[in-house]
């Protein structure tokens, strides 16, 4: 048994770390407060601090299929904190790794009663285990303005703001608007600023314990492109190329590429719940067509909420580098794929998720490496922050197209192969990130030897 030296407690005092060890695993800790209180207690446990906080360290990936439990959902139920899956929801006790699934997840004894954080480390090959690196786990947006408990978007001030700040805060509507209705509101927002804070509002309002917020039919007015507030567009082919990302102004344009797709892709995520509200399955074979369920919606604001925090993200190191969003031209050319598919949600899933989104996991790697070769780790954070949440958006895309398919007795994978011969331009271009499009579902059947040629329309 390694016993693993993770530092002195003062550097723990987030609340979800990643911690990469010498032997390559990766595993997450976890700091949350005791549950019960220590009074009566001859003394506190080994993972437990005077002033009432627990640690706990299990396995980054999931044991059922390799989700990212980083990103997972924590509750208490008699009285231990358990972990949520956000891939498929299964759930896990933090301290024994047990699961109503019947799967186990290793977990690792933690003592912080000593002057390092320890942790309790099994690995049969060699007891000689150190801790590389640990990087704390981002899970709020960096707003510029703080709406404090009003409007429940989490904030964090951004260091120095050199950009100005929007004149007056974005418009909310109310309490008995639609899904719809706040929807079409967010795409016709001009302000990213704004777009972002109504987006994390909505899904707060969505998502919270007993929500009843209606649907909607669907019949609001749509921008044909979501407008942009002082930002000058140009024709994708006339961006400037940004460079390898050796100088700061090469880093600076690479970063100001990707919050212009964040940006989009918030709207891209938007259009899919509200343009798509009324959708009903083709009729199978057992005569039932179906309607999307109200997780089909919490899914796709989940992705819009993850894409208004990369953007923020984004936006904030930005100007940590001296440059702000605005500062040099964007294109709508991920906007087109909207339009193409804006007939079919079955082609929109195929090519903004699992074509588009799916290529991002397979650059991310060689993105993020360019920003460490050149010795930037606040960008690579934020970059690897990024990465791991495109995983799940690609999951979200691979289980709607999968229901949708399963309802209508046809092939996911001929499915998404005559879409891509429909509605793209162009070879899917390799490499393929084969690792990552695996833990989001997309096994080889989808992508390999595909181009327009060799595809059979189904
Ligand atoms: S529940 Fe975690 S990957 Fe499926």
Redesign the pocket.
């Known amino acids: 048994m390694a016993k693993v030296a993770l530092g002195p407690l003062s550097d723990f005092k987030q609340a979800r770390y990643v911690l990469h060890l010498s032997n390559g695993k990766r595993l997450v800790l976890f700091r949350l407060p005791s549950i019960e209180p220590r009074q009566g207690k001859k003394s506190p446990a080994k993972n437990e601090t005077d002033d009432g906080w627990s640690y706990f360290a299990m396995e980054a990936e999931?044991?059922?299929?390799?989700?990212p439990m980083q990103d997972s959902q924590v509750d208490i139920e008699d009285s231990a904190y358990i972990v949520s899956?956000?891939?498929?929801?299964?759930d896990f006790n933090v301290e024994t790794g047990e699961s109503s699934v019947g799967i186990k997840a290793c977990t690792f004894p933690i003592d912080v009663r000593s002057e390092s954080v320890t942790l309790e480390y099994h690995d049969e090959k060699t007891d000689d285990i150190t801790l590389s690196t640990s990087e704390p786990v981002s899970e709020k947006m960096k707003l510029k303005r703080d709406h404090g408990a009003t409007h429940q978007a989490s904030t964090t001030s951004t260091k120095e703001v050199t950009h100005e700040l929007p004149s007056e805060g974005p418009k909310y509507l109310d309490a008995d608007a639609t899904l719809c209705d706040w929807c079409g509101h967010i795409l016709s927002t001009s302000n990213p600023e704004h777009k972002i804070e109504l987006t994390a509002h909505l899904f707060a309002l969505f998502t919270e314990e007993g929500s009843t917020m209606a649907l909607g039919d669907g019949k609001v007015t749509l921008p044909a492109i979501p407008p942009r507030q002082d930002l000058e567009e140009v024709q994708p082919g006339r961006m400037p190329r940004p460079g390898r990302g050796g100088t700061l102004k090469s880093r600076v344009s690479m970063l100001h590429a990707l919050a212009n797709i964040e940006l989009w892709a918030i709207d891209l995520a938007i259009d899919i719940c509200v343009r798509f509200v009324a959708f009903q399955t083709n009729v199978p074979s057992d005569g039932i067509s179906r309607t999307l369920p109200r997780a089909y919606f919490h899914d796709w604001l989940k992705v819009a909420n993850d894409e208004a925090k990369h953007f923020s993200l984004l936006r904030a190191r930005l100007e940590e580098l001296g440059s702000y969003f605005g500062a040099l031209p964007v294109h709508h050319g991920l906007w087109m794929s909207a339009t193409d598919t804006a007939e079919d949600l079955r082609s929109r899933i195929s090519i903004v998720s699992l074509v588009h989104e799916a290529r991002g996991l397979d650059v991310n790697p060689m993105t993020i490496d360019k920003f460490r070769k050149a010795g930037d780790a606040e960008s690579v954070q934020t970059l690897e922050i990024i990465h791991n949440d495109e995983i799940t958006h690609v999951t979200t895309g691979h289980r709607w197209l999968t229901w949708i398919c399963n309802e209508e007795d046809t092939d996911p994978v001929q499915v998404f192969r005559a879409n891509v011969q429909k509605h793209f331009r162009g070879p899917l271009r390799e490499p393929f990130n084969a690792e990552a499009r695996m833990q989001a579902g997309m096994d080889p059947r989808y992508y390999e030897n595909l181009d327009r040629n060799a595809v059979q329309v189904a």
């Not at 999931?62 to 989700?67: I, K, R, T």
Request: net charge neutral; aromatic share 16%.
């Open positions: 999931c044991p059922h299929a390799g989700g899956c956000p891939w498929h929801a299964y």
